[in-house]
């Protein structure tokens, strides 16, 4: 028997010392939400991976600012990410976790990533596939950046403008 998928919506998270959100172990639905001001990640998502098929984190439709590292952290994990505003966070969207992603496809696709004070989406893991299409990701630093073996394909169909270093680093 399924079981319904956790479902944070519509709340205002701001002002946390730590996460806004942070999700380990689970696959929720995340969406409609306003997401700022907190000491790490807004949305921190780990050890979230859907298996054979299984439901997989969404991230819907969220306003992610000024959060003190990453606007969504994932740390083996891979969501869908679609539809959200994401700027003025120190990273947009981030993957960092020290071991292999081997496999692993998290999907990021109609966002606008923007004025984040690094890179807009940074991959810094071994065996991530993600596929990233149709995003506006403008005047971060750095538009897209891949690390120590992601494999992102496809990269298709975003519009990079006005990063201040480049546009993607592969």
């Known amino acids: 028997q ?10 205002t998270i701001t002002d946390q010392s730590d996460h806004g959100i942070s999700v380990y172990h689970a696959t929720p639905i995340i969406k409609d939400n306003l997401i700022t001001d907190n000491g790490v ?33 994932l740390g083996h994990s891979a969501p869908a ?18 071991g292999f992603f081997q496999g692993l496809q998290p999907v990021i696709k109609f966002n606008t990533i923007s004025s984040n004070d690094s890179a807009g989406v940074h991959l810094e893991v071994m065996g991530l596939q993600p596929d990233i299409q149709s ?28 990063n201040t270093s480049f546009g993607v680093q592969n």
């Open 135 to 162: 995003n506006q990701i403008a005047t971060n630093t750095y538009g897209v950046v891949t690390d120590l073996g992601a494999n992102v394909n496809p990269l298709a169909q975003n519009n990079l403008a006005g």
């Open 41 to 73: 990640d807004g949305i921190s998502i780990e050890f979230s991976v859907d298996q054979a098929g299984g439901p997989r984190t969404q991230i819907l439709f969220n306003t992610v600012k000024r959060n003190g590292e990453d606007g969504i952290g």
């Open 81 to 98: 990410i679609l539809n959200n505003d994401i700027q003025q966070n120190r990273w947009g969207i981030r993957a960092a976790y020290e």
């Open 2 to 11: 399924l079981v319904p998928a956790p479902l944070i919506q519509g709340s």
